[in-house]
């Protein structure tokens, strides 16, 4: 039975997610814990036994509002790093350049101080925020609690720490205020500490690690499968490892430290290793095909090639295919197979770009037909992960009761008809790769449950087993669902929506980028006829019209079947399908779509017209911008709530968002609205 109650007040849904979780860890048994974001917006006056503020601004944006009642106990939270998630940061190399980027300066350059206060100061860390004036170099590292979208495109690696969350003091403030000191406080600062213990164990791990690295290093470089050769610009060699005395014949037993003039005999190869010419090449030697691949190290004096034996490669590789293709393990699309030249499929192909340079989870949501399962290969693809298996898994093909054994795997004797010795589920098969939850919307919360445990545990345990196993799989998740009703609606976890919505996609339906209908065209007849068939412009043109409620895969289809009746080998008019054949516009869309104008509420009408009208003065749409236009109006708004505002327009498809020179956009359905909703005025 609740005790006393607090109201948590933060700036964005995730940080409200992230420091509403931390204090029900310590008081979700006793204390009532309400919580607010005001991005999504606050519609009354915040009054508690105790207020908690995840920030300063949040609490001058609500004094601002007159929406705090200062009568109240506040605490405005001091927030530190969550210790968590810093292994990544830990293990980047010494004196490399960094990103920190964060929503507000304030904040990027608390966060860097937080960092290195905790002894993570073996980094230069560069402050990155929306709207710096300062020049910014291009690095290929950055470190964010939460903030992925204020990424530059240029960096290669996203390090997502999580949002911030309350320190210690905070915490104990707390505890203090609701009379829990005494009975909490020793299990929270128990907890803090072992924290704080396991991360300077983390630091001190990484130089000793360093210490010990040369005595592991050559057994790392002897297991390697390819041959590996280093040497400075005198042609002293550094590294030569045994796979390389096999492949070149090398029959001497000390070679580091003698020149590689001395060791190799092969002429071709030699006059390869010693001019300047990089690049991959193909030797024989003694009858075997070896091909090499020459580089430098640019920051230093080396030079580093690998061997590889031709034949064996090729069938190696052949035969991982064949296996992964078997299984169905292997990831068929790239980046280079999502067609489309309109500026929504661009901007999310660059979203997803940089997506896959990360390990987060990923969300992509969109109608049937869009290409969801096409993205998250891609991605994969794009990854780290690409040579590990991908494996993806349509749970509204499985009923609910094979769900969790193929999810899990099961033991032995787990239950009737359960294989001999068990069976690993798609969780242990797809580690070092990359899983896809396709429907994710349709499971049960058991299955909920379950999942979540190998989000945040990154482990496993198998139906009727006892053994806990450790898996490092990268999750994508897809619905043609919305979620975010559905968590509303109490019929999918909340905590587990959010550990999924990391990253996050929406693909847009096809008939909200009609400029991509005449290329996807064109592309699936080269397909299909090898450049053999063309198209009339009049069929293309009836063809953009159409409002392609299947999407892609409608249209597919439709091509598939105006090249199986055409007459010769240009595609006509007539050969379109009876309007029968297409898809009929479902329930739900005639639904949703009606409903919009009744739906949107008149604050975010005002922010659709004013969208429109810098849209069409070539003006950009930022969040600043529109915070001043509301000035002065029925409709005054912080930055704080029309980002709330913009993401739920987003999630709507009514506008598109890029941090780019193009900033805000509304988009064809949004711009169908808002002229319905103007011609009522």
């Known amino acids: 039975m609740a005790n006393g109650s607090i109201t948590l007040v933060a700036g964005s849904e995730r940080t409200r997610f992230a420091l509403q979780n931390q204090l029900k860890e310590y008081l979700y048994d006793v204390v009532e814990i309400k919580s607010f974001a005001t991005e999504e917006g606050i519609h009354e006056k915040i009054s508690d036994e105790l207020i908690v503020l995840s920030s300063d601004l949040v609490k001058n944006e609500l004094i601002e509002m007159n929406l705090l009642d200062t009568d109240c106990e506040i605490i405005v939270a001091n927030r530190t790093i969550n210790y968590d998630y810093i292994d990544q940061v830990v293990l980047i190399p010494k004196d490399t350049d960094v990103l920190f980027v964060n929503d507000e300066k304030e904040t990027t350059y608390e966060g860097i ?65 609701m009379n829990m000191l005494d009975f909490k406080g020793e299990q929270f600062s128990n907890k803090y500490l072992k924290k704080i213990i396991n991360v300077a164990k983390k630091i001190a791990e990484l130089n000793s690690e360093v210490t010990n690295l040369n005595k592991h290093l050559n057994l790392v470089l002897d297991g390697l499968n390819d041959g590996l050769l280093v040497y400075d610009t005198m042609g002293k060699i550094s590294v030569f490892n045994e796979n390389l005395k096999r492949l070149l014949n090398v029959g001497y037993t000390k070679v580091i430290g003698r020149s590689v003039k001395d060791i190799i005999y ?269 198209i009339s412009d009049e069929a293309i043109k009836q063809l953009i019209e159409y409002d392609w409620y299947g999407n892609v895969r409608e249209l597919i289809n439709t091509i598939s079947y105006m090249l199986a009746v055409r007459e010769g080998n240009i595609l006509t008019v007539n050969d379109i399908p009876h309007r029968n054949f297409f898809q009929k516009r479902s329930n739900e869309l005639e639904k949703e779509e ?16 004013k969208i429109h009208e810098l849209n069409k003065s070539g003006k950009t749409a930022g969040r600043e911008k529109l915070a001043k236009l509301s000035e002065g109006t029925d409709f005054k708004m912080t930055q704080y709530e029309i980002r709330g505002r913009l993401d739920k327009l987003e999630r709507m498809g009514l506008i598109t968002k890029d941090r780019g020179k193009r900033g805000t956009r509304l988009t ?14």
């Open 113 to 177: 101080r937080a960092l290195k206060e905790l002894g993570i100061d073996h980094i230069n860390f560069i402050p990155y925020y929306p709207y710096i004036k300062e020049s910014v170099p291009k690095v290929d590292i950055a470190i964010t609690p939460g903030e992925c979208d204020k990424v530059p495109g240029f960096v290669k690696k996203v390090i997502d720490i999580g949002p911030r969350i309350m320190d210690f003091t905070t915490v104990m403030q707390i505890l203090n205020k």
């Open 266 to 534: 092969n002429k071709s190869i030699l006059e390869f290793l010693m001019n300047k010419e990089t690049g991959t090449k193909v030797f024989d030697n003694d009858n075997v095909q070896i091909l090499a691949n020459k580089f430098y190290l640019s920051k230093s004096n080396y030079t580093i090639v690998t061997f590889k034996n031709v034949k064996e490669t090729i069938e190696a590789n052949e035969n991982l295919k064949r296996e992964l293709i078997n299984k169905g393990f292997y990831a068929k699309y790239t980046f280079d197979d999502i067609i489309g030249i309109s500026d929504e499929i661009k901007r999310i192909k660059q979203i997803a770009n940089k997506l896959a340079k990360t390990d987060l989870a990923i969300l992509i949501e969109g109608e049937s037909g869009t290409g969801k399962e096409l993205f998250a290969s891609a991605i994969h693809n794009a990854s780290r992960r690409k040579k590990g298996p991908f494996l993806a898994v349509n749970f509204s093909a499985l009923p609910d009761g094979l769900i969790e054994s193929e999810l899990f795997g099961y033991e032995e004797g787990a239950f009737t008809g359960a294989k001999k010795g068990g069976k690993a589920g798609l969780f242990e098969q797809a580690d070092g790769g990359t899983i896809f939850l396709d429907e994710i919307g349709d499971i049960s919360m058991k299955v909920q449950t379950r999942l979540l445990r190998v989000l945040e545990e990154k482990e496993v345990m198998r139906i009727g087993g006892n053994e806990i196993k450790s898996i490092d799989v990268r999750i994508i998740a897809a619905t043609n669902k919305n979620l975010a009703q559905l968590v509303n609606e109490k019929k999918f976890r909340e905590d587990l929506y959010y550990r999924l919505k990391v990253g996050y996609l929406r693909l847009a339906p096809l008939r909200e980028r009609k400029e991509d209908i005449a290329e996807l065209i064109r592309y699936f007849i080269k397909v299909y006829t090898m450049d053999s068939v063309k």
């Open 594 to 609: 009606s409903n919009y104008e009744e739906e949107l509420e008149e604050d975010q009408i005002f922010i659709l017209k």
């Open 668 to 681: 064809n359905k949004g711009e169908k609205i808002l002229m319905n909703l103007m011609a009522h005025f």
